[in-house]
């Protein structure tokens, strides 16, 4: 390389998070020579390692002459120190951005486009906004049952694929979401695997919701497993219940999921791909699929679920995964609170029997274990149902539960948030309606997932009797600043809660 093409590498101490992100001044000879602007896309070399950043020009005192800056993970991925000397040059074709355009202009992908996508994604040739371009093209029911097997299987592809040796069946459990405060994974795992069957169950963190189960077990034990622990977990327990990111099981769906949480989107040909993707590569066999409906859940009516009902199994088996889906009621949060801390703590009183047979989480809980018993062993709803009931009413669960998160360890206790603010009903009548989105709006803004303490905790649940003045919920933050900024979105949207004075 010649020196004049040579620049001096300096780390900026800048996160952005997982897209690489190289610093040029403005009057750089490189930018000038090559033509190169802000958000251009460039190749940086170093000792034959390149990575593709994108480019941000920054103003002349920001740094010396020759310098370029890097973003953390930049610096990190293309493995240089301060002052090493890197070359910077035009972004050589993706072929596969031609595919995104033709799937941008409504036209449906093949296999190969498909692949080349997904392995572009995986190498890091793709720009955040080129990744939220493929999101966006594929939202909505833009994706054909095709398609949609195309992407789970190459999304499998990418990465690791776990066996179970000694195991013919392998369970898994799976909501598609946006029911806040819905955390029956924890409860259901430890009930069938209580039983008998086997289940490595690894969870998302949160996308666009306030807590994902892997945010949740995150405040009670270990949750980032590497594979040979992951794998003894389950050799000890039956069971895990771990975050699937650590294991790189399907490793571009992280990244996928990344830009979708800032989009607020889950489309349904990326959802089911995401799903069942991460259930293959963990070894599943049989995988039950919770499908809530409701006016303000993910999916908002019966038609939709109907739709998710028949592509979960047949891109399920053409890919040889027994996929079985229970159409649930999702009209209304569920639980006693919302938030990492606070979903763990009911986890545990349902467990240990502290939580009375009228819990709404627990029936629910127990109604799943119940479809997994039988889609184990087919004796029936009803005997799968009695055969759940008493493993947790006697204890079994809580002990199994117990082994699970020793064996992941160490134990801990959620923690407990600094501000707990109660807000009250403003008039007397019966709670009508919560609106889940807003809900769970609410508890983001109060720090939800990522402080692990915020969210909110009922004190009401709809159907419920409230007197005016009675409390409806408690807002749980970790700072004063996120509690205001919370309350002021729930006094602009207080008809989240629909009181009526009706019967």
Sequence with gaps: MEKKHLLTAMKMGIDTHQEPVVYMRSDCHICRAEGLVASSRVAVESDGQVIIATLNVVAKHVMPHHHIGFSDVAFQRLGVANGDQVQVKHVPLVPSLSALRK????HELNDRDI???ISDIRAHHYSDIEIASFLTACAGQRLSSIEIIALTRAMV????RLT??????????????????NRTTP??????????????????RAITSPAGT???????????????????VVEQTGACLAWGGAVSLSPVDEVLIRVERALDLDGEGQLIASVLSKKIAAGSTHVLIDIPVGETAKVRNQEDAYRLAELFPLVGLALGL??????????????????PAEEAREILAILKGDVGPTSELRTRALQLSAELLDFAFGEGLDAALAQATQLLDSGAAWAQFERILQAQGPVKIPPTAKHQQVQYARRSGRVLRIDNRRLARLAKLAGAPNEASAGL???VSVGDWVEEGAPLFTLLTQSLGERDYALAYYRENLDMFVITDGL
């Design 187 to 204: 409860l259901v795992v430890a009930i069938v695997s209580a039983a008998g069957l086997v289940i490595p169950k690894t969870s998302s």
């Design 115 to 117: 692949r080349s996508i």
């Design 322 to 339: 027994n996929v079985r889906c229970v159409i649930t009621d999702g009209s209304h949060p569920i639980g006693l609170g919302i938030g």
């Design 157 to 160: 592809d990418c990465g690791k």
């Design 164 to 181: 179970w040796p000694g195991h013919e069946r392998v369970f898994d459990k799976h909501c598609v979401g946006g029911l806040p405060g």
């Design 103 to 106: 799937k941008i202009y409504g």
């Design 214 to 232: 892997a945010d949740t077990m995150e405040t009670l034990t270990t949750v980032d497993l590497k594979l040979t622990q992951l794998q003894t």
């Design 457 to 459: 905790r009922f004190h």
